[in-house]
Every structure is written in C-alpha cells, then in structure tokens.
C-alpha cells in the first residue's frame, strides 16, 4: 500500500521530516508493508531491489536470492571533511555480505570500494539513463540558431515555488540575443497554474496545446512541456535546474547543469552541495538561494561558450554514468547469476 508522506521521500534530510512522517502514519506504512511482503513469499523466486537499501530488507524477510541496483548511493556523495570508507554504511554492508547480494553500484568509483571491502559488485553503467525517451511527434518549431535553455523546476510538491523562483531569476537576466526556454512540467495540470505566473510577468501565450503551451515576452520564448522530458533534455545546451534525478540525467548526457537552493523539499543547501559533489564541476551549484543575476549571466555564458569545459563536462557524464544500455547489461548479467 503507497502512502504520500510530508517528506516526499526525503526524511534523511532531518529529523523535523522524520517526525512529520512518523506522525503522518509511517510506522502502520511500514507494518502493513510487512506482512505483505510475508505473503508473497510463496510467489516470488528472485528480488530485484533498486535504490536504497530497503528492497534488500525485503529480500531478507522473503528470504529470497537477491540483487541490488545501487543508484541512490556513491562514494562521490563522500564529503571530504567528514571522510567515510563508503556510502555504503557498514551495517549495509553486513548486510549485502550476509545475504550475498550481487550489487550493481552507480558508477565505477563507488564498484571498486566495495569490492575492496569484500561486496560481491559489478559496474555496467547507469540505468536511470534508459528511460528518457524523445518523442518524434513534438515539434517545437526552433531555429537551427536558437539558444536553448532546458528548466528543470523538480516533480515534488513545491515545484510550482521552484519554477517562480527560476522564472524570476530568467527575468533578471540581460543577455543581447534571445533564449528560449524549455520548462519540464511533471504534472499536466500545473500548466494553466505556471502561465498564471508567466502573465503576471508580461509573458503572453503564442500556441496552445493540453501538454505544450508556448509564450513570449519582448525577447524570449517559452515552452511549458509535460510528458516530454527527454525532448528537453536532448535539445537543451543548457539546464537551470533545482531537480534530483532530472539534473543528474542531465548531466549523464553532457549537459551542462546549473543550480542553486530552492524549495522546502528536495533541493535544499545541503543536497545542492551533496549533489555538486556527485556530479563534479558538470554541475555548477551556487549555494546562494537568491543569486544574483550578473552571477547566473556568468555561468550561463561559461556553459554556452567555453568550449573546453563544455569537453570537461561530456568527460565527466561518461565517467560518472558510463554508456547507454545499463539496464540490459545489468538484466544479462541477474539472468547468469541465476543460471549459474
């Protein structure tokens, strides 16, 4: 049974956000949760867990053989003034090791400490980047010449603050020659809510459609896209964004990615700085949650223009994700280990 909690997933990031849940239910969440997965038990054979460690516990109440896909933990998330040996924590590792579980970790950096620390891992690229499909029908009717921004203002319950946030910064900007803008919209019907924000900013509405709607001001244009992030992704030179995984998929295609503070939910200081360390200097994250625009007109030219770092970034997506196609590596390779 899926319960929404206060936390939309994130009560690691304080114990208010941990308490908030518990009061919300979280305990009854988690029992009843329970004794389901003891039910099943007679129907399941192999357990494929991703993410956190949690779908490992579950292979232990099922008492089943089990794999783990790792893409919620790296050793690039390690901060340097507070040195760990792994992401990994040794109670997670205890547990991997006791239930001989065949891991896939994120990257290869991350592969490699746990094998040195007796995990039975193996790196074959990254699966969060195989689902992000483009769509052939869309056409969004742009010049070969165009300066494409992708915005990015996350899928959590205060997205629609992030885009306000976001759209008050790209106002403030000065630039001589347009941009246009490709805004990821995770609800279909936050679109009517987000151009009542673009009006009130001298926006007006150009073409409209139940899932795109395009706007203009004296200079840019704007699209609200739903259900096409992977059209975002892959035509964007740029992202601004305060999202978790959109920003790292971004970044594991070579975009550059800029960030900064925003919200009350996800994309906090802290998981900012956690996330720049994940990504390296691909992305660049200003700890300034109301940066100023000379600042985002400096950073936005560097990612447009300077070649050598755009390089840098494309070096880092191929480091950090690997090549497209994780997930039916990581398929081959649970289907040997089964067969032996």
């Known amino acids: 049974p899926p319960m929404k909690l206060p936390s939309n997933g994130f009560a690691y990031q304080s114990w208010k956000l941990l308490y908030s849940d518990f009061e919300a239910g979280l305990f009854h969440l988690v029992k009843n949760q329970f ?86 891992a193996e790196y074959q690229g990254n699966p969060m980047m195989d689902c992000i499909e483009y769509n052939k029908n869309l056409d969004l009717n742009l010049s070969k010449y165009a300066r494409i921004i992708g915005v990015l203002p996350g899928s959590h319950d205060d997205s629609r603050n992030n885009f306000r946030t976001l759209m008050s910064i790209i106002n403030n900007l000065n630039f001589q020659k347009p941009f246009t803008y490709l805004v990821a919209v995770a609800n279909k019907d936050d679109i009517p809510r987000y151009g009542k924000d673009l009006s009130k900013n001298n926006w007006f509405i150009q073409k409209t459609s139940p899932k795109h709607v395009v706007w203009k001001n004296n200079r840019d244009e704007l699209h609200l896209l739903n259900g096409y992030f992977g059209n975002i992704l892959m035509t964007s030179h740029v992202i601004l964004g305060t999202s978790g995984t959109g920003n790292e998929q971004a970044v594991g295609i070579g975009i550059p990615t800029i960030s900064f503070p925003c919200g009350t939910i996800q994309y906090t200081k802290k998981f900012g700085q956690a996330q720049q360390r994940l990504l390296g200097k691909a992305l660049t994250f200003i700890p300034n949650p109301n940066p100023p625009p000379e600042l985002m007109m400096k950073h936005i030219d560097r990612a447009f223009n300077n070649k050598d770092y755009r390089e840098q970034v494309k070096a880092i997506s191929l480091e950090r994700f690997g090549e497209f196609g994780a997930s039916e590596r990581i398929i081959y390779r649970i289907l040997q280990s089964i067969h032996g």
């Open 35 to 120: 004794q389901i997965i003891k039910k099943l038990a007679p129907q399941v054979d192999y357990v494929v867990g991703v993410g956190d460690i949690v779908p490992v516990i579950a292979a232990k109440i099922l008492k089943k053989p089990n794999s783990f896909i790792g893409c919620a933990m790296s050793d690039y998330y390690l901060d340097p003034q507070n040195p760990k040996v792994s992401s990994y924590s040794g109670l997670k590792r205890s547990m991997l090791k006791y239930m001989k579980t065949f891991v896939f970790p994120r990257d290869s950096y991350t592969t490699n400490n746990l094998l040195k620390l007796g995990i039975r």
